[in-house]
């Protein structure tokens, strides 16, 4: 008997992952957007007419080339010291997605390694580094963002820390709670009898098996740490000026708001279409790798 011709082998689990991520059209919107935004920021230095920090000093306050008075060498207009606005917000997504990703990867290196500590050690290592996460957590993260800036003095890096210190509590509850459910299982047991080491099978054996819940933590911390950056900046606590990040831009026009609004609407928009994006592509990342969320 001839075999079925029309008969397929299944599909790879990454042909599988990308066949459910891409029905959620959201993810698939989040995705496009999230990847423009990237471009722009790689190539911020190509694409922007002029430099973020220079003046333009008879062409203050403009507005958008879409209202009265607007000038098409400004085309979203410029800033009171003269500063063309596309240009700062060009660069102002390099600075953001910067401050999200240094954030998200250190985040994720600490969070799961003291994860896993917790999780395998137990007894008093488990005990201290659950406590301290939890003090962590009491404080409102804003506020504590504030406290840890008022300690260490008010820059790019420092803001990045501060981040960090305030979302490390959900990396590292993440990662012990998925690691305490892989070790019941079959699997940890036959390694331990073979003679796995502890930290192999740490990293080696377990760690990939919590990988998914971890991989959509990190992409919504992304847009967390650029909102958390954001009101840091906004408070005269994140980068400094002139350094063009959205929420120090927002700062610098809060005074406008009624007599210029389109300056302080434009990193508005821009923080506000990025983190957007950064959700509904964690949202699609979350349904598609966990399997009882993925659509039949």
């Known amino acids: 008997m001839v075999a079925d011709a029309t008969h397929q082998a299944p599909p790879g689990p990454w042909l599988a992952f990308w066949r459910s991520f891409r029905e959620n059209r ?18 911020a230095n190509i694409l922007a007419p002029y430099n973020p920090i220079e003046q333009f000093r008879d062409y203050t306050k403009l507005p958008p080339i879409w209202v009265e008075g607007g000038n098409w060498k400004f085309p979203l207009g410029t800033d009171p010291l003269g500063r063309d606005m596309l240009s700062r917000i060009l660069y102002g997504s390099r600075i953001s997605l910067f401050i999200g990703m240094a954030v998200m990867l250190v985040t994720a290196v600490l969070g799961i390694f003291l994860g896993l ?9 488990d005990v201290v580094i659950i406590r301290i996460m939890d003090l962590i957590m009491a404080i409102p993260s804003l506020v504590l963002a504030i406290l840890i800036i008022a300690v260490i003095g008010p820059n790019l890096t420092n803001t ?37 080491g502890q930290w192999r099978l740490m990293f080696s ?17 992304i847009s967390d740490a650029i909102l958390e950056a ?6 005269g606590l994140g980068a400094q000026p002139p350094t063009p990040e959205w929420g120090s831009m927002l700062a610098d026009a809060r005074d406008l708001i009624t007599s210029n609004p389109w300056v302080m609407a434009m990193p508005g928009i821009a923080i506000l279409i990025t983190v957007l994006a950064i959700n509904l592509m964690g949202d699609g990342l979350r349904d598609a790798l966990d399997p009882r969320l993925r659509r039949s």
């Not at 959201?26 to 190539?43: D, E, R």
């Not at 500590?117 to 290592?125: D, H, L, N, S, T």
């Open 205 to 221: 054996t377990v760690l990939p098996n919590c990988m998914a819940p971890l991989i959509v933590q990190a992409a919504l911390g």
């Open 160 to 196: 990045i820390v501060a981040i960090t210190i305030v979302y490390l509590p959900r990396f590292v509850r993440l990662v012990r709670a998925s690691a305490m459910s892989e070790l019941s299982k079959d699997y940890v047991t036959a390694a331990r009898v073979a003679g796995v």
């Open 26 to 43: 959201g993810a698939v919107i989040g995705l496009a957007v999230v990847s423009f935004v990237v471009f722009i920021a790689v190539f």
């Open 230 to 235: 954001a009101g840091l900046g906004f408070l």
């Open 117 to 125: 500590i917790a999780a395998f050690k137990g007894g008093i290592i």
